[in-house]
């Protein structure tokens, strides 16, 4: 993908149907924490997106409530998982595409990027995004860059990891990555298409978290199908999400380990071309320990690259 390709690269919005669709109406609301998570937590049937040129999420369902770098974090099945970086969240806008009746909410960083979007599906959630209070611009953020007490990465546990990739898309944590005292190697990207086939084929659940510039969303659960395109483009089904990845687009891929619920727990973190982690397959929280030893099996099989 080149630079005039990337939607990112000139603050253009990276997802369809936005705010910038053609007879539509724009409102600016309150993108703080916990105005934001109070706003997000009414809707009930809600698509959410997020991600970017090379890796996508999309789930329908309703919020858990949204979390903040440095806050605590869980993935639980039907409910949509969402943290972001409130220093990197500009502004929040409801737009109504007043043609076709859709509305959509997108949260957008400094540069006018769609950090993340959440399409509203039923009526009542369109009536109730009408009650949310509009804001004048230039109303501060939803919160600091890095909350206090976020972990050390290099010491740190899995979520640890997670927030150093949230905070500036991991480059920091890779410049200095030399300085992690636990397991790290880089793998061949070509195995990722095989291990999601592989744990769908035996049933084995999974979590994958994906980036935006300042908000991740992430799934866990069994992998129901696996499909991928001459281009390379890679989609897997799970639970009641669907991933995408464009794998030409992904330069590095990397087997890192970090403590978890059940103790060291490996993650694929796959990287694009300027570096940024852009999502990670890995096991979040208390997922079982059979599920866990069979994940870490697998893990310690796959090829250095």
Do not use: K
Not at 29 to 47: K, S
Not at 127 to 140: C, N, S
Not at 221 to 242: E, K, Q
């Amino acid at each position: 993908m080149t630079d005039h390709d990337d939607p990112y690269r000139h603050g253009q919005c990276a997802f369809e149907g936005c705010c910038g669709r053609r007879n539509s109406s724009v409102r600016l609301i309150d993108a703080r924490m916990p105005e934001l998570a109070r706003c997000l937590t009414l809707f009930q049937y809600v698509q959410a997106i997020t991600g970017g040129p090379v890796a996508r999420i999309e789930q329908a369902g309703s919020y858990a409530v949204p979390s903040l770098l440095g806050e605590a974090f869980a993935v639980h099945p039907g409910s949509i998982a969402l943290r972001v970086d409130g220093g990197s969240i500009a502004s929040a806008v409801v737009a109504r595409d007043e043609d076709g009746g859709t509305v959509a909410l997108s949260l957008l960083d400094a540069d006018g990027r769609t950090v993340h979007q959440g399409r509203l599906l039923s009526e009542g959630d369109r009536l109730l995004a009408g009650l949310a209070r509009t804001v004048a611009p230039g109303l501060p953020a939803a919160g600091p860059a890095t909350a206090p007490g976020v972990p050390d990465w290099e010491n740190g546990d899995q979520l640890a990891q997670l927030d150093a990739v949230l905070a500036d898309g991991g480059a920091a944590r890779r410049a200095a990555f030399h300085r992690y005292r636990g397991e790290h190697r880089a793998i061949e990207t070509d195995v990722v298409p095989a291990v999601l086939d592989h744990v769908c084929s035996v049933g084995l659940p999974i979590g994958i978290a994906v980036f935006g510039p300042g908000a991740l969303q992430a799934c866990g659960g069994r992998v129901h199908v696996t499909d991928r395109t001459v281009g390379g483009r890679v989609f897997a089904a799970i639970a009641d999400s669907s991933v995408e990845i464009d794998l030409a687009g992904v330069r590095a891929c990397r087997l890192v380990r970090s403590t978890a619920a059940h103790g060291p727990t490996s993650a694929l973190e796959l990287d694009d071309g300027d570096g940024r982690c852009v999502a990670v397959v890995t096991q979040f929280g208390m997922v079982g320990e059979d599920v866990h030893t069979a994940w870490e099996h697998l893990a310690a099989s796959l090829p250095d690259a």
